[in-house]
């Protein structure tokens, strides 16, 4: 009897085949799927914020304002990748490029590793080299700069303490979005040079002494858009209805000082209820009448700074930002926190009247800006000299340098807003370019007119939480052998374990 067939080892070439086939289409089944998934998750998904209180969440007027936006907006963040501030910053702009991705693009500039296009960017946008961390903001040949001192809210008890600043609360969406709104709706803005009286010429470029002012002018031109032009009071009744902004800015020595209906048609422009003043004052030229009944007195002396740290030469010195019940205004917040100065020459120092210490809405608001260190001096050699109630020269003290008047200015929306500086050789052409005094001139245009805009209701700052944790001595040690012994031990005792199970 012949002996059984042999069992088959294994499945049949064709079953082998059908194995084959079928793994390769379950596979290309299953990368379809994956691929399917990923294309319906790329346009219909849903975002969510595991935490309530976080900084990047828009708020529903930002949404709205991104939902109507026509025109393509580049925002550069134009910072060191170790500022405290930029990954919020770069945090809330992804969030922004998010939720309109056809029209917002976010660009990541470290001006430290990539200095080239660093320069490249001051240079388009006209910045000079001294202004750094900021957002820059583009679109259709505008452009709109928030400074780092504008996203957040510094504790200055910490700096008037010597201790490390902190910051309080974060403010980006206010500007971000209000930025966005003006350049999606510009609004044409006109400032004029008073003329007539001595002042400096913001059009004649081949002054030799540098006295005039045009790179002032330029400032407003070619960095805020704003168009100028001049203007003499004796030929016209009234400021002109365009005028968002009145820059005065005196010569050291007067041809005439303002007339009666000169003074009264800027009382009217200003009182009208968006004056803008910019007044450079190397001499009153007859404001003094108007200034007073704003509560502000120009001396008709001069200060000098005699603290080596700041003190130039002759009368030469840098001004520090005013600090006012722990506060400083927006126009050197910008230049304190990138620990610039202005260089003044020997300006006049400015008092208060009697400067309002009730919370009247309806009593104007004085802010000094700049002024001198506690050694400050009236110039030597001045006369007359001034006393003080002693008989004697005044001591050192800190004079105010530069002063600002804000008179019904509602959530940053209409009033009536003025700068007065003792001094306007900083600002020409000569020293506008010494120290941080272009840097400051922008800022100071930039908050007379009220740039970018108003800002967008609805949208508040946000609160920066600190968690400090106190241990004792004791607790530390215990924690420190904690990390270092215990845990690594644990795993050390577990894995032993499992060799020895092993071994058995």
Known sequence: MPPPDPQPSGFSQGRRWLTTLNLLLATAATLALVVMFNYLAGGHFKRFFWADATNSKLSPSTLAVLKSLTNDVTATIFYEHRADVYTMVAALLAEYQQANPSHIRVVDLDYIRSPEEARDLRARLRLGQDPKNFVAFESNGRHQICSDSKLSDPNLNDLLEHRPIRRTAFRGEMYFTSAIHFLSHPVDQKAYFLTGHGERDPTDQSQTDGSGCTNLAAILKDELVCDWSTLALTQTDSIPADCSLLIIASGSQPKAYLSPHELAQIQTYLNHGNGRLLALLDNPEGLDRLLGEWDV???????????????????????????EKNSMHPIMSALFWENLRIRMLAPHPIFWRDKPVSHDPGAPALTAVAGTSLMGIQLPGEQPVVTGTNGGPLPPTNYILIAAIEHNVINGLGGTRVVVAGDSDFLDDQMIDSAANHYFASQTLNWLLQRPGALVPGIGPRPIHEYQLFMTQSQRRQLRWLFLAAMPGSVLFLGGLVWLRRRS
Not at 300 to 314: A, F, K, L, T, Y
């Open 297 to 323: 007195l120009l001396a008709n002396w001069h200060v000098i700074d005699r603290n080596p740290e700041v003190w130039s030469s002759g009368g030469d010195f840098l001004a520090s930002p005013a600090v």
